[in-house]
């Protein structure tokens, strides 16, 4: 997304309640824009692509 400037890593977890050929990733993800004031209804969309992508392409399981 043109919006998202950042990704941070807050935590990695492997451990009893986690599969074991898995791991438990928590991301802060950060946007941005120069343009325009970024509605909640627009990021919102935006997580869930990304999280489409992520179940699509790498088999991730989404936690909340």
Request: with cysteine; aromatic share 6%.
């Amino acid at each position: 997304s043109q919006f998202l400037s950042k990704i941070n890593l807050l935590d990695e977890y492997r451990g009893e309640s986690i599969p074991e050929d898995q791991t438990s990733l928590c991301l802060q993800l950060i946007f941005q824009s120069n343009k325009e004031t970024l509605q909640n209804k627009k990021i919102e969309n935006i997580i869930e692509h990304l999280q489409k992508v992520l179940i699509d392409n790498f088999k991730a399981t989404i936690r909340k």
